[in-house]
């Protein structure tokens, strides 16, 4: 029987605290891969740490990053977005998800294989996750669910060290369509090995049951499953 612990841990990044959460099954003590979970806009919220709840109970060791800041919970939309445009597409978004990736290697007593490690993320955490993967983070892969694809240097995806991922609904109006396109000509260029699937009849947030704005956020359980199995897959085989 699974024993999930699960417990904030608090770092610092240029003297600013920062509170991730770790989850790992304490019932067996063979090491296992570890996950770095990115968030979506609402940050390390308890929908996030339910997510990796789940995904901690298949064996993994979950981190739920913090790019945000120890103090920085946003309670509502208009929160969010402050928050998450005060970090896309600055030098601090990679900096801090490295910070939570050494936190997370760090931890004493943990049943972590650190030589078997990938990022996943929703949302501004799907984005997050590639960034991530861009800045050469010492990953086997980098999965995107319903996250924006653009970057400030396409050129950055050279430095992409594992496999990526994106798992995207084909109706996101959250997502421009042209970002599909310069996407795979990115990793294209890059020489990535990566894969791109669009789920028919998907909007925005399709893995979120709380999503309920149909046509712009809408949960979508037969997607989730799909999308779920997906990275399940790659991971097997990443860290096989």
């Not at 770095?36 to 609402?42: I, K, Q, S, T, Y």
């Not at 208009?78 to 896309?88: F, L």
């Not at 149909?214 to 979508?220: A, E, F, H, L, V």
């Amino acid at each position: 029987m699974s024993q999930i612990i699960n417990r904030p841990v608090r770092y610092e990044v240029d003297g600013q605290p920062f509170e991730g959460q770790l989850l790992y099954d304490d019932s067996r003590q063979t090491p296992r891969p570890g996950l770095l979970l990115a968030p979506n806009w609402m940050g390390a919220s308890a929908g996030a740490i339910e997510i990796a709840q789940r995904v901690a109970e298949r064996g993994y060791v979950v981190f739920v990053a913090d790019v945000y800041g120890a103090g920085v919970r946003p309670q509502n939309h208009d929160e969010a977005g402050a928050a998450m445009m005060s970090v896309k597409g600055k030098p601090a978004l990679r900096q801090r998800l490295q910070a939570s990736l050494d936190s997370l290697k760090a931890q004493p007593g943990v049943p972590l294989d650190p030589s078997r490690l990938a990022v996943f993320g929703f949302c501004f955490g799907g984005h997050c996750a590639l960034e991530f993967a861009r800045d050469g983070a010492p990953i086997k892969a980098a999965i995107s669910f319903h996250g924006t694809l653009d970057t400030a240097n396409p050129a950055d995806a050279q430095n992409i060290r594992g496999a990526v991922l994106v798992l995207d609904g084909a109706l996101d109006p959250l997502v421009p369509r042209e970002q599909l396109t310069g996407f795979v000509a990115e990793m294209n260029a890059a020489g990535v090995d990566w894969q791109l699937t669009s789920y028919g009849g998907a909007a925005h947030s399709f893995t979120d049951p709380q999503a309920q704005i149909p046509g712009k956020m809408q949960y979508d359980a037969k997607v989730s499953r799909r999308a779920f199995a997906a990275m399940y897959d790659l991971l097997d085989e990443v860290f096989a």
